[in-house]
Every structure is written in structure tokens, then in C-alpha cells.
């Protein structure tokens, strides 16, 4: 019984980071804790290098560092209330669609996120704040 309790919890213990990193790859909580607490410089971490953002219908293609900017700004003048995810969907492994819900104090919008698997890393490539 012991032997079967070692050999079991080694086998755990040793399999656990693998299956750890799997779980750490595919979560967006950190997104989602950066749009609820009204981030910019924590969400604009997973854009892409290039982004399509549309932000209450300022729409275009933005660097990086102009994205952090526009959503810099939209915090700025909705400040957060709170932000849920309501809808995930996943067309491949490597592409992966979010649907939420931010309450700000002015207004309502949904949030559509876009984001692909690259490497360990999830990375927005289209945001959208559309007001509701």
C-alpha cells in the first residue's frame, strides 16, 4: 500500500509541471482580470505586434504601443465596473474567440477578443469594445 502511495505521488509530482504549463497556455484569466480592473498596460502585454481594434467604433490597425494608447484612453473615460466573459468559442486549438460583458460607469459594451496560440503564449490580434 505504501509502495503503490510513493510510486503514485512520484508519478504525480513529476507529471504535474508538465500538465501545469498545458493549463497556463490556453488561460485568458489574466486578460480578463486586465479589462476588469481597466489595465492598459496589463492587457496591451498580450497584444500582438500588430492588433485590429475597435473601440466604440474607432477602428483600425494599431502597433502595440498605439493599441495601449487608444485603450489607455477608453479606460480613462469608462472606467471599469466590472467585466465577465459570457462566450468562448474555439475554431482550431491555435484560434480562440471571447465574448464579454464590460460595465463601465457612462455605459454598457461587448467585448469580442480574438487570440491565437503562439507557442506558450496567447496573444490578441483583433479587440473590440462595441458599446451595447
Given at each position: 500500500?505504501?509502495?503503490?502511495?510513493s510510486l503514485?505521488?512520484?508519478?504525480?509530482l513529476y507529471l504535474?509541471?508538465?500538465f501545469g504549463d498545458e493549463v497556463k497556455m490556453d488561460s485568458i484569466d489574466p486578460v480578463i482580470s486586465a479589462i476588469d480592473g481597466g489595465s492598459s498596460g496589463d492587457l496591451a502585454k498580450?497584444?500582438?505586434?500588430?492588433?485590429s481594434l475597435n473601440v466604440n467604433g474607432q477602428?483600425?490597425?494599431?502597433?502595440?504601443?498605439?493599441?495601449?494608447?487608444?485603450?489607455k484612453d477608453?479606460?480613462?473615460?469608462?472606467?471599469?465596473?466590472?467585466?465577465?466573459?459570457?462566450?468562448?468559442?474555439?475554431t482550431n486549438p491555435s484560434l480562440i474567440s471571447y465574448?464579454?460583458?464590460y460595465q463601465s460607469t457612462e455605459s454598457s459594451f461587448k467585448v469580442f477578443i480574438r487570440v491565437s496560440q503562439q507557442g506558450e503564449n496567447l496573444k490578441i490580434?483583433?479587440?473590440?469594445?462595441?458599446?451595447?
Open positions: 500500500m505504501t509502495l503503490t502511495l503514485f505521488l512520484s508519478v504525480f504535474q509541471p508538465i498580450f497584444f500582438d505586434a500588430s492588433i477602428q483600425g490597425e494599431y502597433s502595440k504601443n498605439q493599441a495601449e494608447i487608444v485603450i477608453f479606460f480613462k473615460k469608462n472606467p471599469s465596473l466590472g467585466f465577465k466573459v459570457v462566450f468562448r468559442s474555439e465574448i464579454g460583458d490580434y483583433s479587440l473590440d469594445f462595441v458599446k451595447a
